[in-house]
């Protein structure tokens, strides 16, 4: 790399050396001088800095990080200071852009830059995104304040009108992961740190702001509503904090969970009157209206979210929102709407802002599942994805349709293996599998090297099933034998392995395509009889169990399963997804008994009302 920046990296960390080494291989580049303050590590970590050249302070923990923060920057001597956490990553921007950046004209003092934290979120991980003031000039005048959740930003805006600007720096955060929360002992440590400083200075916005967001950030719903609540009623809604807009969505979401809807919807109400290109906001509104069975107008709202678009760096604001993300909602709107072609065109729409948005990817699978006419969406998507020859987007879409049990769709399938750098012939031995020549799978397996992923566990698959039940199954085959649609000896394994029909529902929506899929329909009816005698089935339960029975052509029990679902339900929407499938399965059993050749194929009526059901089941 060419001559590194003016910069000096000042860290502060305990115990990382599982984090350190990528944090430090990705910025080292750019500084001149690294600075770490080790606050007590038992580990490597200290090896690990010292291992790129850092200059290593070995200071006591006083439960306080801007006090640990300025210990590190009051070593360094460069012009610049850049501050990263040991789970954080910088992303690589040009030479060229830096040096813009530290050449800026004298009266800016430092810049925000974009945190991208993965949570979880819809349909597993997502990303979230704040401004925060991790660059700045090494001025005496800009040290870091508060115990916890510290911050530079009033002190580098404080040197000037125009000292605190943005910057297009981005910083991956991986410390907000379930996993890592938990390892570190985050909840009980910042729990500690904020009762100690409140204690200090009980009226301090911030503080108060941040106890009501660690709440948050571990589902204590009321606990994090009687610290935010106030805020948004006071002196900090007045003065407008950079915090503020960020405050109004996690009340909105906390009082949501709580299920108190009129005091969410007003505040959502207020805060949009505020904040109105704030599409997160805008969405949190939309989940509230949804809660309250009112889809339609949720829709409208999301509509409204979109137009505001990609939200500004000033909002804390999750990946998508206001592009794909915002239209996953929206589909999934018009789904309780019963409107399909609109989700459908949503669903679409998300994939052609961001082709390799899974949960888009599931809704589109699920509605094409039960009818054929939405397949055209996601083919086209395909289509889209191997022509850009994208071999990891490729990849991905096959891992998608396999896991469905659509047999790859030859059709689509072929162009996307086009589209792979390599394993064409472990995909094309998959589709051998799946349409019933494992001879010719084995073949084309063999062709790729022993380490490719995946070959030594389709091969044991097959294996397992050529000799029944004489053996113990290998780790992980239920996935592999479903991909193949292996179903005798899937269910050969299910009673013993707890895969992938643990849940009161199928685990997966894809695993249940693959299910309502499987010809002939015997792992359908084995899976309701699983669900029919699950400890206290609800009604989520019992509209599984319907909607596999009627798959599998059974409609007296399809029907008993959905008026049991019907008096067990407790929102009104799926009452009434049970109350559809109900009249699916009684027009169903009346069509069986007209037996007029015209009518043997299903009804379109019972293509609607299996959406509906199907629908409620996977909701977002």
């Known amino acids: 790399m060419e001559e590194k920046l003016p910069i000096s990296l000042c860290m502060i960390v305990r115990d990382e050396e599982l984090f350190l080494p990528d944090c430090l291989a990705a910025a080292a580049p750019y500084c001149s001088e690294i600075i770490v303050a080790d606050t007590g590590s038992t580990d490597r970590t200290a090896d690990i800095a010292e291992a790129y050249g850092a200059n290593v302070l070995r200071i006591a923990w006083q439960d306080d990080f801007a006090l640990a923060r300025n210990a590190a920057i009051q070593q360094a001597s460069q012009p610049w200071i850049?501050?990263?956490?040991?789970?954080?990553?910088?992303?690589?921007?040009?030479?060229?852009?830096?040096?813009?950046?530290?050449?800026?004209?004298?009266?800016?003092?430092?810049?925000?830059?974009?945190?991208?934290?993965?949570?979880?979120?819809?349909?597993?991980?997502?990303?979230?995104?704040?401004?925060?003031?991790?660059?700045?000039?090494?001025?005496?005048?800009?040290?870091?304040?508060?115990?916890?959740?510290?911050?530079?930003?009033?002190?580098?805006?404080?040197?000037?009108?125009?000292?605190?600007?943005?910057?297009?720096?981005?910083?991956?955060?991986?410390?907000?992961?379930?996993?890592?929360?938990?390892?570190?002992?985050?909840?009980?440590?910042?729990?500690?740190?904020?009762?100690?400083?409140?204690?200090?200075?009980?009226?301090?916005?911030?503080?108060?702001?941040?106890?009501?967001?660690?709440?948050?950030?571990?589902?204590?719903?009321?606990?994090?509503?009687?610290?935010?609540?106030?805020?948004?009623?006071?002196?900090?809604?007045?003065?407008?904090?950079?915090?503020?807009?960020?405050?109004?969505?996690?009340?909105?979401?906390?009082?949501?969970?709580?299920?108190?809807?009129?005091?969410?919807?007003?505040?959502?109400?207020?805060?949009?009157?505020?904040?109105?290109?704030?599409?997160?906001?805008?969405?949190?509104?939309?989940?509230?209206?949804?809660?309250?069975?009112?889809?339609?107008?949720?829709?409208?709202?999301?509509?409204?979210?979109?137009?505001?678009?990609?939200?500004?760096?000033?909002?804390?604001?999750?990946?998508?929102?206001?592009?794909?993300?915002?239209?996953?909602?929206?589909?999934?709107?018009?789904?309780?709407?019963?409107?399909?072609?609109?989700?459908?065109?949503?669903?679409?729409?998300?994939?052609?802002?961001?082709?390799?948005?899974?949960?888009?990817?599931?809704?589109?699978?699920?509605?094409?599942?039960?009818?054929?006419?939405?397949?055209?969406?996601?083919?086209?998507?395909?289509?889209?994805?191997?022509?850009?020859?994208?071999?990891?987007?490729?990849?991905?879409?096959?891992?998608?349709?396999?896991?469905?049990?659509?047999?790859?769709?030859?059709?689509?399938?072929?162009?996307?293996?086009?589209?792979?750098?390599?394993?064409?012939?472990?995909?094309?031995?998959?589709?051998?599998?799946?349409?019933?020549?494992?001879?010719?799978?084995?073949?084309?397996?063999?062709?790729l090297p022993d380490a490719y992923p995946g070959k030594g566990e389709y091969l044991a698959a097959l294996a397992w099933v050529d000799r029944g039940r004489a053996e113990p199954p290998p780790a992980g085959l239920a996935h592999a034998l479903l991909r193949v649609r292996a179903w005798p000896a899937w269910l050969r394994l299910c009673p013993t392995a707890p895969a992938p029909m643990a849940a009161p529902v199928p685990a997966a929506p894809l695993q249940w395509c693959a299910l309502l899929g499987a010809a002939p329909p015997v792992p359908a009816l084995a899976a309701a009889q699983r669900l029919r005698t699950t400890a206290q089935p609800g009604a989520p339960a019992r509209l599984a169990a319907g909607a596999l029975h009627f798959a599998a052509g059974d409609m007296p029990a399809a029907a008993a399963q959905f008026a049991a679902a019907r008096e067990a339900a407790a929102q009104p929407w799926v009452s009434r997804a049970a109350a559809a499938g109900l009249a699916a399965a009684l027009a169903a059993r009346a069509r069986g008994a007209a037996q007029v050749p015209a009518l043997a194929a299903p009804l379109l009526c019972e293509r609607e009302l299996m959406l509906r059901v199907t629908s409620v089941l996977y909701s977002l």
Request: proline share 4%.
């Open 82 to 447: 850049l501050v990263l956490d040991a789970d954080e990553r910088l992303l690589p921007l040009p030479m060229e852009d830096w040096r813009r950046l530290l050449l800026s004209e004298e009266q800016c003092y430092g810049y925000l830059i974009e945190i991208r934290s993965r949570v979880e979120g819809i349909g597993g991980e997502e990303e979230v995104s704040d401004a925060v003031c991790r660059l700045f000039r090494n001025d005496p005048r800009i040290r870091f304040s508060g115990a916890i959740h510290e911050e530079a930003a009033t002190a580098v805006s404080a040197c000037g009108e125009e000292a605190l600007r943005f910057a297009p720096v981005e910083v991956l955060h991986e410390g907000y992961r379930q996993a890592v929360m938990v390892r570190r002992g985050k909840k009980e440590r910042n729990k500690r740190i904020l009762l100690a400083a409140l204690n200090r200075e009980p009226e301090n916005p911030v503080l108060r702001y941040a106890m009501g967001t660690e709440y948050f950030t571990y589902g204590d719903w009321e606990r994090a509503a009687e610290w935010l609540e106030p805020m948004v009623n006071g002196e900090e809604a007045a003065e407008d904090s950079g915090y503020l807009s960020d405050i109004w969505l996690k009340l909105v979401h906390a009082l949501r969970a709580l299920g108190r809807l009129e005091e969410a919807e007003r505040y959502a109400r207020s805060g949009l009157t505020r904040y109105g290109d704030f599409p997160d906001l805008h969405e949190a509104y939309a989940a509230v209206l949804m809660e309250m069975d009112r889809p339609g107008e949720a829709g409208l709202v999301l509509e409204r979210a979109c137009l505001a678009g990609i939200p500004s760096a000033r909002y804390s604001s999750a990946a998508g929102s206001g592009s794909y993300r915002t239209m996953l909602a929206a589909g999934y709107a018009a789904e309780r709407s019963y409107n399909w072609d609109r989700a459908a065109e949503a669903y679409a729409a998300a994939l052609e802002a961001n082709p390799g948005y899974r949960p888009a990817w599931e809704r589109l699978i699920l509605l094409g599942t039960l009818d054929s006419e939405y397949r055209r969406h996601w083919m086209a998507a395909a289509d889209r994805a191997a022509a850009t020859g994208d071999h990891r987007l490729c990849r991905f879409m096959l891992e998608l349709l396999a896991d469905a049990g659509l047999q790859l769709e030859p059709e689509v399938s072929g162009r996307l293996m086009e589209g792979l750098a390599v394993g064409e012939a472990f995909w094309s031995g998959l589709l051998a599998a799946q349409q019933g020549d494992p001879s010719a799978a084995r073949q084309r397996w063999a062709q």
